[in-house]
Nanobody, 124 residues
Framework: QVQLVESGGGLVQAGGSLRLSCAAS????????MAWFRQAPGKEREFVAA????????FYPGSVKGRFTISRDNAKNTAYLQMNSLKPEDTAVYYC?????????????????WGQGTLVTVSS
């Protein structure tokens, strides 16, 4: 079992940056692949980034590649999402997720554990 708590959301102007954190409980954090998803009002949950248990592999969709960076610190049981060059269309609730499997899945149904979400609002 893994419990996840996100933090770091807020209001930022277009072109700005934010770093989200996902603190995990449990001694097996280092064995889980971690991911970030987001959901804007009226839209489906969207894959944002994923990282393997070791941190050696990362995955991004084209919409955020080059602007967002996922990382993790297994000693601190924490995953991060650094978001740069933010756009108004990045506005959404951002969720941290974990799965006991490969990190190459972009489907939210493949992730068993979820945080409560943190709101990111990007103003134009």
């Amino acid at each position: 079992q893994v419990q996840l708590v996100e933090s770091g959301g807020g209001l930022v102007q277009a072109g700005g940056s934010l770093r989200l954190s996902c603190a995990a409980s449990g001694r097996t954090f280092s064995t889980y692949a971690m991911a970030w998803f987001r959901q804007a009002p009226g839209k489906e949950r969207e894959f944002v980034a994923a990282i393997s248990w070791s941190g050696g592999s990362t995955f991004y969709p084209g919409s955020v590649k080059g602007r967002f960076t996922i990382s993790r610190d297994n000693a601190k049981n924490t995953a991060y999402l650094q978001m740069n060059s933010l756009k108004p269309e990045d506005t959404a609730v951002y969720y941290c997720a974990a799965r006991n499997g490969p990190a190459d899945s972009r489907r939210y149904v493949d992730y068993a554990y979820w945080g409560q979400g943190t709101l990111v609002t990007v103003s134009s």
